[in-house]
């Protein structure tokens, strides 16, 4: 399995990037995914999660209301579209895949594969 991440970039603070993974392997839509972030100096942060059929959604507080995660399974990818971007949301995004049902959406040790991360840069 490949997660491979793009759609990062410098972005004036208040635009919009969206982000995408695309995983190679079967049984995309078996899966749970989901996006963290790492800043320099600061541990991994859960930003948001979906379940393996897009009907649930999960995000960190700090995301709500600015950030939407989706899927298409079809297409085996999912998505983080961000808007209002912050400075604060500086970051390398990863995105990540969990087996199915497994409790703990922030617990980064419940992933069993990771993309190589797209760095986002929101300047002031």
């Known amino acids: 399995v490949q997660l491979q991440a793009s759609g990062g970039g410098l972005v004036q603070a208040g635009g919009s990037l969206r982000l995408s993974c695309a995983a190679s392997?079967?049984?995309?839509?078996?899966?749970?995914m989901g996006w963290f972030r790492q800043a320099p100096g600061k541990e991994r942060e859960f930003v948001a999660g979906?379940?393996?059929?897009?009907?649930?959604?999960y995000y960190v507080d700090s995301v709500k209301g600015r950030f939407t995660i989706s899927r298409d399974n079809a297409k085996n990818t999912v998505y983080l579209q961000m808007n209002s971007l912050k400075p604060e949301d500086t970051a390398v995004y990863y995105c990540?895949?969990?087996?199915?049902?497994?409790?703990?959406?922030?617990?980064?040790?419940?992933?069993?594969?990771w993309g190589q991360g797209t760095q986002v840069t929101v300047s002031s």
């Open positions: 990540a895949r969990r087996p199915w049902g497994v409790a703990g959406w922030g617990v980064a040790a419940t992933y069993d594969y």
């Open positions: 392997g079967r049984a995309f839509g078996s899966y749970d």
């Open positions: 979906i379940s393996a059929s897009g009907r649930n959604t």
